[in-house]
């Protein structure tokens, strides 16, 4: 049976650390979230974000606008946010309807509070190898196989999806990490054959129970980001039964990869908000 990687254990580890720091900056550091539409995932999203920045002794406020706001009410929002000295991070809760788009919000958001990552400043970073503030779920990643010592230079690794806000990033993570990186997305031929070379797989594709065993090989670190809603539970892009009885290491859905983000999201905000204490840096 795969060893079981628990992102909730290590993400408890990480927020003691985070006391600490939080205890020792001259300021308490605030998120604001700016939440579009009434999506019940992205509304629980915001309440989990909300409820941990409390239990932290940070601050947060949600500035929730309806399906229809303008792209250039957005702006004047995320502008405002920018000058607000009482503000360290701002997030744009995704998905944005059809309407709006994300990138053209990301040109406005100061980089310095851009706890997501998603700016073209700090995504140009991460490219360069010189990250600042990274995308929580690709770091928590990094993170949570690091905690559990699974080797990363050197090794194949398979990433399953190509966002923005995951795929992308967690290429390039592993890049900086000298992994030989493969990225999947829904053009890919032959991908089953592909992600058969993986010692790391990286499912991201938003497909409930997607990547069976016939997937993996058994040395394998299988990590799933998919959440889906099963009945009273939830499941990943994963068929976590049937994949766990073959590979060597897998994040349970739930109790991975979610709580990492949420932890580094918290660990970001806590950075920006030192970023921005210190005189004199460059935005
Ligand atoms: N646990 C967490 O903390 C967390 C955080 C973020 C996201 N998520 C979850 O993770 C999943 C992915 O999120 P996302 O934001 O990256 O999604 P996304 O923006 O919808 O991207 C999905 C990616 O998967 C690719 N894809 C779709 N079907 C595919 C297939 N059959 N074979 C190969 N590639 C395929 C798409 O390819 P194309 O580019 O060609 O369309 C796209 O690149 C979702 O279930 C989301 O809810 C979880």
Redo the contacts with the bound molecule.
């Keep these: 049976m795969a060893i079981h990687l628990n992102g909730k254990k290590v993400a408890e580890e990480l927020y003691s650390k985070l006391l600490l720091e939080v205890s020792l900056l001259p300021i308490v550091p605030k998120l604001a979230v700016i939440l579009v539409g009434s999506d019940p995932a992205s509304q629980t999203y915001v309440k989990t974000k909300e409820k941990k920045c409390l239990s932290l002794g940070l601050q947060s406020e949600t500035f929730t606008y309806s399906q229809d706001v303008t792209e250039s009410e957005l702006i004047e929002k995320i502008k405002k946010l920018n000058e607000d000295k009482s503000v360290h991070g701002v997030l744009i809760q995704?998905p944005l309807p059809a309407h709006i788009n994300k990138n053209r919000l990301m040109e406005y958001l100061s980089p310095l509070k851009d706890v997501d990552g998603l700016t073209p400043d700090n995504a140009g970073r991460l490219a360069q190898g010189i990250p600042r503030l990274i995308p929580c779920?690709p770091h928590g990643i990094m993170a949570l196989l690091s905690f559990y010592g699974i080797p990363i230079e050197g090794k194949r690794v398979v990433v399953?999806?190509?966002?923005d806000?995951?795929?992308k990033p967690m290429a390039q993570l592993m890049i900086n990490a000298n992994a030989t990186v493969t990225v999947?997305?829904?053009?890919?031929k032959e991908?089953k054959e592909i992600c058969q070379t993986a010692d790391i797989l990286v499912a991201?594709?938003?497909?409930p129970k997607?990547l069976g065993p016939d997937f993996v090989k058994s040395s394998c670190s299988v990590i799933d980001?998919?959440?889906?809603r099963e009945g009273e539970t939830f499941c990943g892009?994963v068929d976590f039964e049937e994949v766990e009885k073959k590979c060597h290491a897998i994040t349970p859905v739930p109790g991975g990869?979610?709580p990492m983000?949420i932890a580094l999201l918290m660990k970001n905000l806590v950075l920006a908000a030192s970023l921005q204490s210190k005189p004199g840096r460059r935005p």
């Design positions: 995704l779920t399953l999806g190509r966002s806000i995951v795929g999947c997305h829904s053009k890919t991908i991201a594709i938003g497909k997607w980001v998919g959440i889906h892009d990869v979610g983000t």
